[in-house]
Nanobody
Framework: QVQLVESGGGLAQAGDSLRLSCAASGRTESTRDMGWFRQTPGKEREFVARITWSGTNTDYADAVKGRFTISKDNAKSTVYLQMNSLKLEDTAVYYC??????????????WGQGTQVTVSS
């Protein structure tokens, strides 16, 4: 099992920046892929960004491409999500996830408890 703890959420104004962190612990050696997802009330959880455990490959949802950057500090086993030019529609609970293979469904991986991001005008 991999334990994930998110932090860094909070209140921001449109156009501001926030950085989310996800600290991984436990059997991290089994992790090959990590990602960020977000969810708003009444909607399904949606993919935001992912990064391979090695940090060499990344992928982004179209809605955040060019504004958000996912990165990883291997020494700290921590994944970051730098969110710039925040928009009202970025308001959501953000979740960190880890999976042992890109062939594993995210839903079968490990998840953090989530951190709230609220963007106001």
């Amino acid at each position: 099992q991999v334990q994930l703890v998110e932090s860094g959420g909070g209140l921001a104004q449109a156009g501001d920046s926030l950085r989310l962190s996800c600290a991984a612990s436990g059997r991290t050696e089994s992790t090959r892929d990590m990602g960020w997802f977000r969810q708003t009330p009444g909607k399904e959880r949606e993919f935001v960004a992912r990064i391979t455990w090695s940090g060499t490959n990344t992928d982004y949802a179209d809605a955040v491409k060019g504004r958000f950057t996912i990165s990883k500090d291997n020494a700290k086993s921590t994944v970051y999500l730098q969110m710039n030019s925040l928009k009202l529609e970025d308001t959501a609970v953000y979740y960190c996830a880890a999976r042992p293979s890109i062939l594993t469904k995210w839903s079968d991986g490990n998840w953090g408890q989530g951190t709230q991001v609220t963007v106001s005008s």
